[in-house]
């Protein structure tokens, strides 16, 4: 069964506000926190369908996902394909299963959108987009 919401306008540039919000404020933690920390955010997403919609499929996610954040302790291409990995799994079940937040019926479609554009930033390395003002 394929999701009925119609999405408006706030569903597409709402997450990608947040997304950019995403960036800048990582751009403010110093390296090489920002990559472990962002590791470690990314293997939670991990666990965020448990309760889905799709019974013991759900495990399937973390199963495969499980190596590839492992891997993104040392490598920000792997902490975007995490997010990538992560993207197509809310547009499963946007389309198919429960939204992640159950009283906001896009809010998959919205998570499969900022998953999408921090990956893109994951990919080109992590670039900082505003850096911090040295203390001396």
């Known amino acids: 069964m394929f999701a009925s919401h119609t999405l408006l306008a706030?569903?597409?540039?709402?997450?990608?506000?947040?997304?950019?919000c995403f960036v800048i404020g990582m751009?403010?933690?110093?390296?090489?926190?920002?990559?472990?920390?962002?590791?470690?955010?990314?293997?939670?997403?991990?666990?965020?369908?448990?309760?889905?919609g799709f019974g013991l499929w759900?495990?399937?996610?973390?199963?495969?996902?499980t190596?590839?954040?492992?891997a993104g302790l040392k490598s920000y291409r792997f902490i975007g394909i995490a997010w990538m990995m992560h993207a197509g799994w809310d547009l499963a079940h946007h389309l198919w299963g429960n939204p992640i937040w159950p009283f906001m019926a896009s809010s998959s479609w919205g998570c499969m959108i900022f998953d999408s554009l921090v990956a893109i930033w994951f990919q080109a390395g992590s670039p900082a987009l505003i850096r911090r003002r040295s203390q001396f």
């Open 10 to 20: 706030a569903d597409y540039y709402g997450p990608a506000i947040g997304a950019l």
């Open 27 to 52: 751009s403010l933690v110093p390296e090489p926190g920002r990559r472990t920390f962002n590791a470690i955010l990314v293997a939670g997403t991990c666990g965020a369908y448990l309760n889905g």
């Open 58 to 65: 759900e495990l399937i996610y973390p199963i495969l996902a």
């Open 67 to 70: 190596p590839v954040v492992y």
